[in-house]
């Protein structure tokens, strides 16, 4: 988790101690500490709760997104999640409701990439709409906020954060060329993709 959480910030995903790393084991939730620049951060330092936000471990206040995280626990089978504030995520969360189909890799995701209506962070509002517009789907963007990925594996998750930061970059460098608009995929061409990436990668 500490690797993870300092990899979001040489990757650019995050600035100072915005984003935050969880891992679930069993019925308690590892979560990165608030305000504790990455650079600093230990072992020593993760917290971790209940499903119900109680603390049992660590000394240091939790993350203050620790609802979104309890939220997406409760009714995903997420073992993971990274958050991040990437910047192309987070300006295509203040530009459209969606992200538009500009690369297969979305079908990595689950499909189109929604934008969860905004909410101060930290309140269980954020974590209900970030809910609604994770339906079927294993990230989403958070309007003028950022980003959410979860998965199987904090490997999982953590490659879909930069797979979704990509294609928010992608999507904004096709749509600043004057005079031309990017082609899209259909929901049809999307489908294939993600038959495909079914059976993407080698085999055990």
């Keep these: 988790m500490v690797a993870a959480a300092r990899r979001t910030v040489a990757d ?5 101690t915005s984003g935050n790393v969880s891992v679930r084991v069993g019925d308690i939730v590892l979560v990165t500490p608030s305000g504790v620049p990455y650079d600093r951060l ?3 330092d993760l917290t971790g709760v209940d499903l119900t936000g109680r603390q049992v471990l660590g000394t240091l206040v939790p993350t203050s997104e620790l609802p979104m995280h309890l939220a997406l626990y409760r009714t995903t089978d997420a073992r993971a999640i990274v958050h991040t504030h990437a910047v192309h995520a987070t300006a295509v969360s203040t530009l459209v409701s969606e992200l538009p189909l500009v690369h297969y890799m979305a079908a990595a995701l689950g499909g189109s990439v929604r934008v969860a209506p905004y909410a101060a962070y930290g309140t269980d509002e954020l974590a209900e709409n970030m809910l609604r517009a994770l339906a079927g789907r ?10 959410i990925t979860y998965g199987t594996t904090l490997d999982q998750a953590y490659d879909r954060t930069a797979q979704l930061e990509w294609m928010c970059r992608l999507w904004l460098t096709a749509s600043s060329v004057p005079g031309l608009t990017p082609t899209l995929l259909t929901e049809a061409q999307l489908a294939e993709a993600g038959e495909r990436l079914r059976g993407y990668g080698q085999r055990k």
């Design 12 to 16: 650019g995903l995050v600035v100072g």
């Design 138 to 147: 294993s990230g989403c963007l958070l309007q003028n906020h950022g980003t």
């Design 42 to 44: 230990t072992p020593d």
